[in-house]
C-alpha cells in the first residue's frame, strides 16, 4: 500500500464544493491556489479535485447525491499582502467576480483580505491575519 500523507489544520478536515461546471471550476481553482502557493492534491476521472481540505465535484458525484451546493463562503489563509493581492488578480483573472478589493477589514487590526465570487457564487476569501509566529506550516499526517 502508498503511503498517502496529508496536512491538515485544527477545525475543518473537508469542505465539498458541488458545482454547475466543473472544469469552469477548476480553472479558477488552480488560479488561485497557484497565487496561494497550495498544490494540486489530485483529481478523479469524472473530473472532481482536491486541493488540501476542498474537495469540488459535480452532482454525480455519490457524495453530492444530486444536489449543488448553496452558496458558501470559504477563506483561505495567505502567507502575506502580496499574496492576498495576487490571490485576487488571479482570481478575476480565471473567471471570478470582485466581491471586495484587497484591503483591512475591521474585524481586528492587521485583517487585510480580499472577496471574489467563484464561477457557483460562492464568496472566496483570501486572508492575511498579520505578524504572527506559527509552530508549524502545517499540521503533517501520514498514514
Known sequence: METMELHRGRLIDHVQLVVRD???????????????????????????????????SNAKSEAAQGELTGRNHLAFQA?????????????????GSDNGAPGERPYHPGYYAAFVLDPDGNNIEAVYHGEAKRSAPSVKVTF
Open 22 to 56: 466543473v472544469p469552469a471550476s477548476r480553472r479558477f481553482y488552480d488560479a488561485v491556489f497557484k497565487s496561494l502557493k497550495v498544490p494540486l492534491g489530485g483529481t478523479l476521472d469524472d473530473g472532481a479535485f482536491w486541493y488540501d481540505e476542498l474537495f469540488v
Open 79 to 95: 502567507a502575506d499582502r502580496a499574496m492576498v493581492d495576487a490571490f485576487h488578480q488571479a482570481a478575476l483573472a480565471a473567471g
